[in-house]
């Protein structure tokens, strides 16, 4: 089956740290921009960071620098790291393959993307 497999995921500190993973299952991301998502119970899904299949990186803008997107092409995985995190940083963080970036970055319906994963939960409280 064909899929993107996040991980990385967990209980963190406010100010704390994690690096989420996406894995491709049965592909490989080579040919693919990358995209980075979160949503939030009861709130509309956000576009964080995107990658460009030759490393071009973007990042929402109320991100602030926390947040470094990048991809290990060598080991066909995508990360996220995340830095200074807060508790509205709490959701379910997805990640989506497309070999069109655009659609990454000005964001389109889930169904419209290439590859889109089922997520790894982040929770950030003390």
């Known amino acids: 089956q064909l899929q993107l497999v996040e991980s990385g995921g967990g209980l963190v500190q406010p100010g704390g740290s994690l690096r989420l993973s996406c894995a491709p299952s049965?592909?490989?991301?080579?040919?693919?921009?990358i995209g980075w998502f979160r949503q939030a119970p009861g709130k509309e899904r956000e576009g964080l960071a995107s990658?460009?299949?030759?490393?071009?990186?973007y990042y929402a803008d109320f991100l602030k620098g926390r947040f470094t997107i990048s991809r290990d092409n060598a080991k066909g995985m995508v990360y996220l790291q995340m830095n200074s995190l807060k508790p509205e940083d709490t959701a379910v963080y997805h990640c989506a393959a497309d070999r069109r970036l655009e659609i990454l970055r000005l964001g389109a319906p889930i169904d419209e993307y290439d590859y889109y994963g089922q997520g790894t939960q982040v929770t950030v409280s003390s």
């Open positions: 990658i460009s299949s030759d490393g071009n990186t």
């Open positions: 049965g592909f490989t991301l080579d040919n693919y921009a």
